[in-house]
């Protein structure tokens, strides 16, 4: 039983250091990545929806009225009121 | 025109100014605005007899005893004194006593508010005449004799309206103060060749009975409705006739005087109105640069013969005081 367990742990020990070294050496000699390109690839913008154009606020379609011009606002004289205190 | 409106004096404030043209700055105007009221404020503090700690009521309490004053209170005391004597003594700030004796011993605002507070129905007592101030020039000194009080509110508004419409006026081109209806105008805004100045009915203060159209110069209106209250059964108002000590009984409500300086016309809106039709021609006999609209009790105007041309009235809105 003593010697079934040495021959494990033995057997164990070989095999880690086995795959170890088999693992580095296969990947020290498998092909290198290439590398990653610095120039950044020109894709194509996607053309803007054409909107139609907003209606002046002049166009009578719209429901929209120019203001006609108010007069100038005149002097008013009951800001100046006299009646005593 | 710009205006700012607020309160002091117990009454409307209204300061006019010429807006700013393409090359001025609307910012002078609020500079001038602020200096005007802040003036006007200033002058209320010193003058209102309702503050205790202000100059006018240190003068009071100093009757008997020389007292040392500014130079605008020297100049308005020494202003009371010229007009005491040109209205015979019917402009009288010494009538403080009679006025508190009526009821008006607090603000009007006050009065409003929480009504005269005691019955003040004493008799007169003998009191100085304003005959016995007496003033030393040189030294701007005031001397009151003992007992006597005195009141500015008889010329201090427009006095004050006029000089804040002087600071106003070097920031504009043309403005106007109006303290409660004592107005002062200065130059004539741009495109019109007068100001208009609308005359309050006095039996109905939301309405006008006409537009005025005057020059530059001094509006004030003295009226008996404005500045009234009960006192026990008694209707009172503020016009107090100094030859009785009473109240003024008077056959007008109101009276609108226009005169160079403020103080001119708001000191002979309250005689004329003191001494009514009977007595109004006669007593503006020597006083040329006067002219006055009178409302009675039926809202009719009424004016001196000179007073259509001086506030280019329309033709049939006075009748003549003859």
Not at chain 1, 6 to 23: C, D, E, K, P, Q
Not at chain 1, 34 to 39: D, L, R, S
Not at chain 2, 4 to 27: C, K
Not at chain 2, 272 to 279: E, K, M
């Amino acid at each position: 039983m003593r010697l079934f367990k040495f021959g494990l742990r033995t057997w164990i020990a070989l095999s880690s250091v086995v795959g170890f070294f088999g693992g580095w050496a296969l990947l020290a000699h498998s092909p290198k990545p290439a590398p990653p390109n610095p120039q950044p690839a020109l894709v194509e913008p996607a053309p803007l929806p054409t909107l139609a154009p907003i209606p002046s606020l002049n166009d009578p379609n719209r429901g929209f009225q120019q203001l006609p011009d108010l007069p100038p606002v005149s002097f008013n004289s009951h800001r100046l009121r006299t009646g005593g205190s | 025109m710009e205006y700012l409106e607020f309160r002091l004096m117990n009454s409307d404030i209204v300061l006019a100014a010429e807006a700013p043209d393409a090359e001025g700055s609307p910012e002078q105007i609020q500079s001038g605005f602020r200096a005007a009221r802040k003036l006007m404020e200033d002058y209320e503090r010193r003058f209102s007899r309702f503050l205790t700690d202000s100059e006018l009521a240190r003068m009071n309490r100093s009757a008997g005893r020389w007292f040392c004053a500014s130079p605008e209170l020297f100049d308005l005391v020494r202003l009371s004194r010229t007009y005491f004597y040109q209205t015979g003594g019917l402009f009288d700030p010494s009538i403080l006593p009679d006025l508190k004796r009526a009821g008006y011993d607090r603000s009007m605002e006050e009065i409003r508010i929480y009504g005269v507070k005691q019955q003040m129905m004493e008799n007169r007592g003998k009191r100085p005449s304003f005959e016995a101030v007496r003033l030393e020039e040189n030294k701007r000194k005031i001397w009151l004799p003992p007992g006597m009080e005195i009141d500015l509110g008889g010329i201090a508004k427009g006095w004050i309206a006029e000089q804040a419409a002087r600071l106003l006026w070097t920031y504009t081109s043309a403005c106007a103060v109006n303290a409660g209806g004592d107005l002062y105008l200065m130059g004539i805004p741009e495109g019109r060749v007068d100001w208009e100045v609308a005359l309050e009915d006095p039996r109905y203060p939301d309405q006008d009975l006409a537009v005025l159209r005057v020059g530059p110069g001094a509006v004030a209106t003295s009226s008996i409705t404005k500045r009234n209250w009960k006192q026990g059964n008694k209707h009172q108002h503020h016009l107090i006739d100094p030859r009785s000590g009473e109240p003024a009984v008077t056959d007008w409500l109101s009276v609108t005087v226009i005169a160079p300086q403020a103080a001119t016309a708001e000191v002979f809106a309250k005689a004329l109105l003191i001494v009514g039709s009977d007595q109004a021609i006669e007593f503006l006999a020597k006083n040329d640069e006067i002219a006055f609209i009178a409302v009675d009790r039926q809202g009719k105007l009424w004016g001196s013969p000179e007073s259509m041309e001086r506030f280019n009235a329309n033709p049939g809105i006075f009748q003549m005081v003859v």
